[in-house]
């Protein structure tokens, strides 16, 4: 157990210097010789609370050629009173399309279908959004700027959840995020993320990402599966970490979101799945080794768990500093809670994150949206209910 541990204390202090590597730079503006036409698609269900955030947010953008297709399930939806302000108020700028409820396939991919058909020949680069990120007003230059200078195909980001509310399941969910945040972005590693994604129209039509949506629950996974297959480039700027806020109901409602996404992970990239559920055992295991260890009197192990803590507290050191120079003095109040028990959150995060991947081994159903569905493969899903309204 003593060379284990002595691995794994070794991997903690990786994780550390990766997360302050990753704030060299950070936040150096970006500079376009060229801004082509953005369209901006956002599929939206009901009014949630970080949706004015995020209509704040896209419409302050400093970036000048832009418009926005936003596509509901329902003319009823209640998003949809809110998006109508926008458009009364810049109507040359926001489209809505209504694309009628899902048959076998995610509500969110019929949306998407939907929206392309709006597109046109003068739409260059297409962003797809998710409606609950924050945008910084530099996010869609950002976006863009790989692309235009012909260093990526495709530019993706991270999100950074932002908590509301002071319960542990949301201390829990925060750490988990911001342990895969700050990852290497290496373009082989990288994938595509709904949040914030975008590519050029005609790559996007080569790619036939219509019909590659259609039976799909996972946008995202699929168009990452379809890009990797076409060699395609796919960036991810460390700068484009989209704030989210964050308000969850308990563990079962975290286990929840994390589950499935382990199941859409498994499902679309297997490989991807093997290699994060290893290792999240492995950080898991050590802090379980570490904290037995040192509860029957282990010496050894007391002075690894002390270290892995102290390491903890660099480790968020640096994510305060990453938090200072993306936003500012605003960043560190929001994030304030978090970063100071994030040291003593960790342990347990890391053990709950790989119980929910372990427990997504063999998950085939799960409800999103109101919408319960059954995952069988890529493209291959049945709804099986949907709540009332």
Known sequence: MHTFLAIWLAAQAATVVIVWAFTRGLGRPERLDRQPRVAVI????????????FLAALFAQDYPNWRVIFT???????????????RRRYPDKVSLVVAGLARDEGQKSTNLRAAAERLTADDEILVFADADIWPQRDWLAR???PLVRGEADIVSGFSWLIMKDRKLSSFGLASMAASVATLPRYSFFNACWGGTTALGRQQF??????DAWRGTL???LQLTNLAQRAGLRIAAPREILLR???????FADVAHAARRWYMFVRVHLPVAYALTVAAMSFTAAGWVFALVGSLVDDADAQNVLVAALALAVFRSAGRAVLVARLWGRSGIAENRAFLLADPLVT??????????GWSALLLRQT???GITYEMLGRQKVRILARKPG
């Not at 509901?72 to 926008?86: F, G, L, N």
């Open 42 to 53: 956002v599929a939206v269900k009901g009014h949630e609370h970080e949706f004015d955030g």
């Open 72 to 86: 509901v399930e329902a003319a009823d939806d209640a998003a949809v009173s809110a998006i109508e302000t926008y």
């Open 143 to 145: 976006l863009v700027g």
């Open 205 to 210: 039509l080569a790619l036939g990402l219509p």
């Open 218 to 220: 996972s946008d995202d």
């Open 244 to 250: 989210i806020p964050l308000l969850t109901e308990g």
């Open 347 to 356: 342990p347990f995060a890391a053990a709950f994150n790989a119980a929910c």
């Open 367 to 369: 409800s999103w949206a």
